[in-house]
Nanobody, 128 residues
């Protein structure tokens, strides 16, 4: 089983909302930095959002600021990505990723190579 499991993807109309979930298998997430990345078909993987261990800091790609929110539910051991005002350009496979310890400097939160374990991804399709 993958160390992280995503869910919540699907088909939504432009302007709609979705909430993605990232659940850990055998791990505690509240003390783990977690990031969301996405990969549109035929394109490179790109950073979406990240939350530091214990959730004190959050980081977002410019393309999603003000529309997406990363959050944690420690009781459920889950990290969420709330997505609003979705656009066709948001269509991609979304994956969550984690690592041990907060990366430094903070610019490393946006690098896929920073993270050591990943989920298998969930497809988000936004119809225009």
């Amino acid at each position: 089983q993958a160390p992280l499991v995503e869910s919540g993807g699907g088909l939504v109309q432009s302007g709609g909302s979705l909430r993605l979930s990232c659940v850990a298998s055998g791990r505690t997430l509240f003390n783990t930095p977690i990031a969301w990345f996405r990969q549109p078909q035929g394109k490179e993987r790109e950073f979406v959002a990240a939350a530091s261990a214990f959730g004190s800091d959050t980081f977002y790609a410019d393309s999603v600021k003000g529309r997406f929110t990363i959050s944690r539910d420690n009781a459920e051991n889950t990290v969420y990505l709330q997505m609003k005002s979705l656009k066709a350009d948001d269509t991609a496979v979304y994956s969550c990723a984690g690592r041990v310890g907060n990366p430094s400097p903070s610019s490393r939160y946006a690098l896929a190579t920073t993270y050591t374990y990943w989920g298998q991804g969930t497809q988000v399709t936004v119809s225009s």
